[in-house]
């Protein structure tokens, strides 16, 4: 995601180390459960540092979403924009979702974190929206499937994506949980591949 620090200013090396400290701990108790002197002691960047990039608390967090959430779908629009058949475009999306998530488990688990805590937080709101509204592209993908004749005529998009970021989803939790791994780009195949014959075939 953001945070390979590779070829990368030490600026840019500093926000990564912050955002990749701030992404575990905010994961792990939120936005409301984190303070600025963690974040600094965790981080080894002294508080001034971190109030120099990112103004407060409530910077680092949004500024943490808007990059992760621009990452997750120009990849995605990438991909979309491949001239393959719409079913392997979901396959190399799944793939790339679980690389991700082993590369990253910090940020994977913020954002998994994001979809499913009930915290109350003001800004959120609006960034859940920013989200959903660029996850329309993937609702357009499968959409453009059953368009072409790719996929059957009673296909549901929006609930084919649903299905699908939930199955990702699950798999990628219990990854998370495991010692050994779980997450391989075949078993992404395998997982579009089976939600797409169904289980009668």
Do not use: C
């Amino acid at each position: 995601m953001v945070m390979n620090t590779s070829a990368k200013t030490p600026e840019e090396n500093t926000k990564s180390r912050i955002f990749r400290i701030a992404a575990r701990l905010f994961s792990e108790r939120g936005f409301n459960g984190v303070s600025m002197r963690e974040i600094s002691e965790k981080s080894g960047v002294s508080k001034p540092t971190i109030y120099y990039y990112f103004k407060s608390k409530e910077g680092i967090y949004t500024e943490l979403v808007d990059t992760g959430i621009s990452h997750i779908f120009s990849s995605v629009e990438n991909i979309r924009q491949m001239d393959v058949p719409v079913k392997q475009k979901l396959v190399l999306i799944a793939q790339h979702f679980f690389r991700q998530s082993l590369q990253n488990p910090d940020f994977v688990k913020f954002f998994l974190k994001i979809s499913t805590s009930p915290e109350r937080v003001p800004f959120l709101e609006k960034l859940k929206k920013q989200a959903d509204k660029r996850g329309r592209t993937f609702i357009k993908m499968i959409q453009e499937g059953k368009d072409t004749g790719e996929f059957g005529p009673s296909v549901d998009p929006q609930l084919a994506a649903g299905i699908i970021g939930g199955t990702l989803g699950h798999f990628i939790w219990q990854q998370f949980g495991s010692n050994k791994k779980i997450l391989s780009d075949q078993l992404a195949e395998d997982i579009i591949e089976m939600l797409f014959k169904g289980l009668n075939e």
